[in-house]
């Protein structure tokens, strides 16, 4: 198996200083961005930051729109991918993409992996 992972960071303040520019240019309107804690929205940028470097790296789609990754959170309250443009390029090749994102007070990470299996790399 291959896995390639992807992680993008963040400096809390830097969204502090942005967040409504960063809440419209990466937040579709049903995210509700509006209502998220400050850590848990930069480390949601991150993972859709890093979600985008995954796809551009195994597919045509080296553009992305950041407000076509939707992402939330499961009964657990692991971040889990509830919208992603590009998903039937994974379908049936033996990719997964799996997330993960962390915060600080004052610095958020997001992680995007891809595992593939032998013949599919």
Do not use: W, Y
Not at 14 to 42: G, K
């Amino acid at each position: 198996m291959q896995i390639r992972t992807f992680v993008e960071t963040v400096a809390i303040p830097e969204i502090a200083t942005r967040r409504a520019e960063i809440e419209t240019a990466c937040f579709a309107q049903q995210e509700s961005a509006s209502l998220l804690r400050l850590q848990t929205l930069a480390g949601i940028v991150c993972v859709k930051r890093a979600v985008k470097a995954a796809l551009a790296s195994r597919t045509a789609l080296a553009v992305v729109d950041e407000k076509d990754i939707v992402i939330g959170h499961d009964g657990q309250g692991a971040p889990i991918i509830l919208e992603l443009p590009a998903a039937a390029c994974f379908r049936g090749k033996g990719h997964t993409l799996c997330i993960s994102l962390s915060h600080t007070k004052n610095h958020a990470c997001g992680c995007a992996v891809i595992e593939q299996e032998p013949d599919n790399a």
